[in-house]
């Protein structure tokens, strides 16, 4: 009989596992821990501000062109950091003698290309390393 009661004590611990979880969702759902999946801006604001139909669609044209714009923003942010990042080495390369520039186009530029950085996406593969002897110069952007 040991075996049985096992079993109900079992059944038991998941039953209350089941009912605290459900307990612990719902006041997180209520106390807004958690949001309701597919509850987005626009659809609270539709049931908190009670929009009209208009303005629930200007409003998401709204939000649609500002996340464009600040897409647009981070790229443009993006693209001169990187441009002043490839200036700045190029004016530590113009303050070296022409060894130290091929240590430095060698050691220092080219793990810059090759990992990405400076690059937040992930880094331009694309970007071939400077030639000996020529300044580091910012690999070419596409906008």
Not at 67 to 93: E, S
Not at 113 to 121: K, S
Request: include cysteine; aromatic fraction near 10%.
């Amino acid at each position: 009989m040991p075996a049985k009661s096992n079993i109900w004590f079992g059944v038991l611990v998941g039953i209350s596992c089941l009912l605290i979880g459900f307990a612990l969702s719902t006041m997180a759902y209520r106390y807004r821990y958690l949001r309701v999946p597919g509850g987005g801006l626009i659809e609270r604001m539709d049931r908190e501000l009670n929009l009209t139909p208009a303005q629930r669609d200007r409003i998401g044209d709204i939000l649609r062109d500002t996340r464009f714009k600040v897409m647009q923003a981070r790229r443009d942010f993006d693209h001169q950091r990187h441009d002043l990042f490839w200036q700045g080495l190029a004016q530590v390369r113009g303050v070296l003698t022409p060894d130290q520039q091929k240590i430095f186009d060698r050691d220092f530029t080219q793990p810059w290309v090759h990992r990405g950085h400076g690059d937040d996406h992930g880094g331009d593969h694309d970007h071939m390393p400077p030639e000996e002897g020529a300044p580091p110069t910012a690999p070419p952007t596409s906008q």
